[in-house]
């Protein structure tokens, strides 16, 4: 069974710092792996996405991650924060060989803090 | 485009009472799904629909009714209200569910069960 573990529920980095936000994945099969935000009282928004190709993907907002297989991790980093960044993220996985949404499964969420 | 839109945003109930969340999209989506969001559990997919007539329960149903009688509106009953169903309930919809594709949330609507 697929399962996705964020390491660390809050991280606070300074304004200008990098962000890295782990995120680790059990997977009987090449998996595909979504990194959300969500902003306050907001809705979940796609930050990138993993499917197949190039292990490295850049997102939005200057975010991006790498899928290492021999890890099975697919951690969240953006070089520089900057206080808009400050959010919820989560990491989201789902076993290649189902074709439905519906077989996504999510992190338990990492909330960002921004320090000035 | 509204995107997807969920009323209310903020509600709450008596142990027992009965409630509809509404969700409706406007981009002509075939796929919708209902989420609730609890502290340090992430989202849990309640019910989903691939298209209107065509519904199937998620990872956690038990308490919850869903129908689709069009394209555009996804509705979740809540047929007796439990304190355990408080949360945050979010809709999602994307094209035709593929695993693909971008899914796209609604603000979410804040749910308090007495």
């Known amino acids: 069974a697929q399962s996705v573990t964020q390491l660390g529920s809050h991280v606070s980095v300074s304004e200008g710092a990098l962000v890295l936000l782990r995120c680790n994945y059990s997977?009987?099969?090449?998996?595909?792996l979504f990194w959300y935000v969500q902003y306050p009282n907001q809705g979940l928004q796609l930050l990138l996405k993993?499917?197949?190709?190039?292990?490295l993907v850049k997102g939005i907002n200057g975010f991006e991650a790498e899928f290492k297989k021999s890890e099975t991790s697919f951690h969240l980093t953006k070089p520089s924060a900057h206080m808009s960044d400050a959010a919820e993220y989560f990491c989201?996985?789902?076993?290649?060989?189902?074709?439905?949404?519906?077989?996504?499964?999510f992190g338990s969420g990492t909330r960002l803090s921004i320090r000035p | 485009n509204a995107g997807v839109t969920q009323t209310p945003k903020f509600q709450v109930l008596k142990t027992g009472q009965s409630m509809t969340l509404q969700c409706a999209q406007d981009?002509?989506?075939?796929?919708m799904s209902w989420y609730r969001q609890d502290p340090g559990m992430g989202l849990r997919l309640i019910h989903y629909?691939?298209?209107?007539?065509?519904?199937d329960q998620g990872e956690v149903p038990n308490g919850y009714n869903v129908s689709r009688s069009t394209t555009e509106d996804f509705p979740l009953r809540l047929l007796s209200a439990a304190p355990s169903q408080t949360s945050v309930y979010f809709c999602?919809?994307?094209?035709?569910?593929?695993?693909?594709?971008?899914?796209?949330f609604g603000p979410g609507t804040r749910l308090l069960v007495l």
């Open positions: 981009m002509n989506h075939e796929y």
């Open positions: 993993y499917t197949t190709g190039a292990t």
């Open positions: 989201a996985v789902s076993d290649s060989s189902y074709s439905s949404a519906s077989k996504i499964i």
């Open positions: 999602a919809s994307s094209y035709s569910g593929r695993i693909q594709e971008t899914q796209y």
């Open positions: 629909s691939v298209g209107a007539g065509i519904t």
């Open positions: 997977s009987s099969v090449p998996p595909y």
